[in-house]
């Protein structure tokens, strides 16, 4: 058997690598031929980072650790601070205080109070998991930016014939959608994923959690 590519997608650029041809026998026998997971060892024992595949019903999602971490909602404080927002600019402050707590600056009503050391509430908290922690902080997403700062593939090597892994990185999977995330479609390429990390040196581990 020849070498099997290993298939990065990247918006509309893509580019492959070559598995080592027992390797790429083992995971064929193994995920293609018995539709069975294929743990390849790690280096370490203990790896420093864990990536978690959850089946979705249609591909495996990439998850950076926990896929069950709650979203961890900032203060107030915080919140205006990584929004750059001057809050002692009188304009400034009024736009905020329109925005997420519902005043009025026409109205006369006293300026709501905000207690800088309490977590966000209202369309504050929901404007945080729809921007910042969908594009930014959500396991998906930390998934999707660790993955797409390695050379996982060459794009300027093609090779003919059908790829054994293939991997989907996702900005936003329908209209409206910041979901932010990383998708193989099968266990052949997790256990493409998970050669190709090795090879690069990553102290990473995937975990796959069965399909139901």
Known sequence: MKRRE???LLGLSFGSVLIPAPVARLIRDT??????????PTRSKNPATLLTAVWNGVAFTIHYGDPDEEPPFPSWGEFIERHCVDFDHPKHRADFLESFLGWDRRSGEAEPSISFGSD???SAKQYYLDWDYELKESPTALAYNY????P??????QFSGEPLGELSF??????GSNLTCVDAPDYATLACLQHRLIELGE??????LACS
């Open 6 to 8: 290993f298939l990065s």
């Open 31 to 40: 995920c293609v031929l018995n539709q069975q997971s294929l743990i390849i």
């Open 120 to 122: 966000i509430t209202g």
């Open 147 to 150: 993955l797409e700062e390695l």
């Open 152 to 157: 996982l593939c060459d794009p300027d090597k």
């Open 170 to 175: 996702i900005e936003g999977d329908r209209p």
């Open 203 to 208: 102290d990473v581990k995937i975990e796959i």
